[in-house]
C-alpha cells in the first residue's frame, strides 16, 4: 500500500486529497462524509465580508424604521436580544465541523477592507481552525491604481493577517498577476505559509431577453489544471520547502491528483467532482490515485511529490515558452477531414 500522507501549511494530512471551499464542506453531515470518505482536509466555505455588511444595514434600517416620522417610536422599541450574526454562525459551524471530523478544518475568509482580514482572522483562530485560506478576489478596474499597488496591498494584508495569528495561512490567488512569480515569493516572504493555485475568477452573463446581469456557475473541467501545473513546476523549486503549494480547478480523478504532486503540489484540492459524484467520490480518486503509484512503482507521495518540477524536468522550456509553439503545432485534422479554406 503506498504511502499518502503529505505535508501541508505544517499539518500532516493522511491523504493528499483535500475537499476545498463549496457547498459540501459547510454541510456538517457531509463534511462528516467526506472525512470518512478519506479526504486530508476540508476547507470550509468562504466568510465574505459583503454579507457581514449587507446583515448589518439591513438590522440597522429594520430597526430605524419610521422613526424619521415618530421620533417617540424609538422608547416603543422593546429591548432585542442579541441575535447571532454571519460571524457567530460561521464560527458555531467551524466549532461544530471541528468536533465532528479527524481532519483538519481550515477556514476561508474573504474580506476587502483595511483592518477587517486581520480582525476576522483571529476570530477564525480564536474558534480552532487548523489553518486560514485567505481568499483574494478583485478586478483591478480602478484606472488610477496601477499593478504594483495592487500587489502591495495584497501583501500588506498577508503581513497583517501574519501578525495576527498563529495559526498557518494559505493565499488563494487568482492566475492574473502581471509577474507570477515574483509576487509568489513576495507572499512568502511576507508571510504567507502556502499558495493556493489558482481561484477561479466567475464571469457574470447577460440575460440578452431581460437585459439583467445574471450569475452563471459552472462546475471547472478537467483541462482547468493546466494552468496550476504550470505554475506549481515553476514555483517549486523557487520557494525551497519554504511554502506549501495546492492545485486546484480541474482535479476530478486520481490521475489529476498525480500530475499536481508530479509538478510539486503538496495537495490537489477539489470540489466540483465531489459536488458532480458526490463525498463517496473521494474514495474513488483515492483508489485511483493508489493503482496508478503502483503501476509507476511509487511508494508514497513523498517520492512523487516534484519528480517532474521545472528544475527536475529533462526540458524546463516545456512549462514555459516552448510550450505554446508545441500546442500550436500539435493539432492535426482528423484524416479525410477537410481543412476549411480561410483565405
Not at 478519506?38 to 430597526?63: D, N, T
Not at 495561512?169 to 507570477?180: G, N, Q, R
Not at 504567507?192 to 459552472?218: K, W
Request: glycine share 6%; charged share 20%; net charge negative.
Amino acid at each position: 500500500m503506498a504511502a499518502l500522507d503529505t505535508t501541508y501549511l505544517g499539518l500532516r494530512l493522511r491523504s493528499p486529497i483535500v475537499a476545498s471551499a463549496g457547498p459540501l464542506t459547510g454541510d456538517l453531515d457531509t463534511a462528516a462524509r467526506l472525512a470518512d470518505a478519506g479526504v486530508g482536509a476540508l476547507v470550509l466555505p468562504s466568510l465574505f465580508e459583503e454579507e457581514i455588511i449587507h446583515e448589518q444595514v439591513e438590522l440597522a434600517a429594520a430597526l430605524e424604521a419610521g422613526t424619521e416620522h415618530f421620533a417617540e417610536a424609538i422608547d416603543y422599541l422593546p429591548a432585542i436580544p442579541r441575535f447571532p450574526s454571519a460571524p457567530d454562525r460561521y464560527l458555531a459551524s467551524l466549532e461544530r465541523t471541528k468536533a465532528r471530523v479527524s481532519v483538519p478544518v481550515i477556514a476561508s475568509l474573504n474580506a476587502f477592507s483595511p483592518g477587517s482580514w486581520a480582525r476576522f482572522s483571529r476570530l477564525l483562530g480564536d474558534a480552532g481552525a487548523d489553518a486560514i485560506e485567505l481568499n483574494v478576489y478583485r478586478v483591478a478596474a480602478d484606472p488610477a491604481r496601477t499593478g504594483t499597488a495592487m500587489e502591495d496591498d495584497d501583501l500588506a494584508l498577508v503581513a497583517e493577517v501574519r501578525a495576527a495569528v498563529d495559526v498557518p495561512i494559505a493565499l488563494k490567488l487568482s492566475p492574473f498577476y502581471s509577474a507570477m512569480a515574483n509576487f509568489a515569493v513576495r507572499a512568502v516572504q511576507a508571510g504567507a505559509d502556502g499558495l493556493v493555485l489558482f481561484n477561479r475568477f466567475y464571469q457574470p452573463d447577460l440575460d440578452v431577453d431581460t437585459l439583467e446581469i445574471v450569475p452563471r456557475l459552472e462546475l471547472s473541467s478537467q483541462w482547468e489544471l493546466r494552468l496550476p501545473l504550470r505554475w506549481i513546476a515553476i514555483l517549486r523549486p523557487m520557494l525551497h520547502g519554504r511554502a506549501s503549494l495546492a492545485a486546484t480547478s480541474g482535479v476530478e480523478s486520481g490521475a489529476d491528483v498525480a500530475k499536481a504532486l508530479l509538478v510539486g503540489a503538496d495537495v490537489a484540492m477539489t470540489t466540483s467532482a465531489l459536488l458532480r459524484h458526490g463525498p463517496k467520490h473521494a474514495r474513488v480518486v483515492e483508489d485511483e490515485l493508489v493503482a496508478w503509484m503502483k503501476d509507476h512503482e511509487y511508494g508514497s507521495v513523498d517520492q512523487l511529490r516534484g519528480s517532474v518540477s521545472y528544475a527536475c524536468t529533462d526540458d524546463p522550456s516545456a512549462f514555459e515558452r516552448a510550450n505554446y509553439m508545441r500546442v500550436l503545432h500539435s493539432w492535426s485534422a482528423p484524416l479525410g477531414a477537410r481543412i476549411p479554406d480561410t483565405r
